[in-house]
């Protein structure tokens, strides 16, 4: 059932109804003829299939790779350590675009550039010293780490009320979304138009929450972070692969322009 929701919330369309899901069986995911993308990474408008045989693979640990593979960054095959742990997560603050690394000879060896720069974009605006960047993304985690650590002292129970809230709020959700669809067949076009504003935006907060209900269910987060404090308190020792992991689970994102960092975290 947990899987269902999973392909929901990334937009894919499902063929079967809700009562159809025993919790048992394979799905079969294609194309379909409505998606406009090949990307195995976007299921959006893809279409999902139950299929008539058992699922060789528990639903559970299918989620948590694939919503592992959903965080990783796009370029770690062309990355190696001489580069910079932070490669892939780093992007153009002005284009968007990632920051690549370049070599000088100078003391300061390897800064950052906009992939795009010469083409698309100006550059990011600043000289970005891949050392002095390390530096700070290493402070940055340590400080949001403590940060959660006081947080974590949140109990169970506390947590388990989250969890409902966030239900209740999802049940809210579709009853008003089916109610304002129902008024779809009488409504004027100045109507349509708020019904149909109001519905993506309920269909957002929908897809954002049930994100959030299946990450939850699938990630043992207090482990994790053990893990990784661990892991930053060693860094020194860490190796490049290990370092690129912390900043994957922690880091969706850091956007840089113009000297400002700014850091989009998982957690
Ligand atoms: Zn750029």
């Given at each position: 059932m947990t899987c269902t929701v999973f392909f929901q919330s990334q937009g894919a369309n499902i063929y079967?109804?809700?009562?159809?899901?025993?919790?048992g069986n394979a799905c079969y995911l294609y194309k379909g003829t409505v998606s406009a993308s090949r990307k195995q990474n976007d299921l959006a408008d893809k279409e999902l299939v139950l299929a008539p045989h058992k699922g060789f693979i528990p639903s559970k640990i299918w989620l948590a790779c694939r919503i592992r593979c959903l965080n990783n960054r796009q370029s770690t095959k062309t990355?190696?350590?001489?580069?910079?742990?932070l490669v892939g997560k780093v992007k153009c603050g002005k284009c968007g675009y990632a920051l690549t690394i370049r070599k000088s000879k100078s003391k300061w060896g390897r800064y950052f550039v906009c992939s795009q720069t010469g083409s698309?974009?100006?550059?990011?605006?600043c000289t970005i010293y891949a050392d002095v960047l390390e530096d700070y993304m290493l402070g940055a985690i340590r400080e949001k780490l403590s940060e959660f650590q006081k947080l974590s002292c949140i109990t169970d129970a506390e947590k388990g009320q989250e969890n409902l809230t966030k239900k209740i709020r999802l049940t809210h959700i579709e009853e008003e979304i089916e109610e304002l669809l129902s008024k779809m067949s009488e409504a004027g076009s100045a109507l349509m138009k708020y019904i149909d504003e109001k519905v993506s935006e309920l269909d957002a907060e929908k897809k954002a929450l049930q994100e959030e209900i299946i990450a939850e269910a699938v990630t043992d987060t207090d482990g994790k972070l053990k893990q990784i404090t661990n892991h930053v308190k060693a860094w020194e020792t860490l190796s490049f692969k290990d370092r690129q992991s912390v900043v994957d689970t922690l880091i969706k994102v850091i956007r840089i322009a113009d000297g400002n960092i700014e850091i989009t975290w998982n957690i």
């Open positions: 079967n109804s809700a009562s159809d899901f025993t919790g990355c190696k350590p001489k580069n910079s742990w698309n974009c100006t550059g990011a605006g």
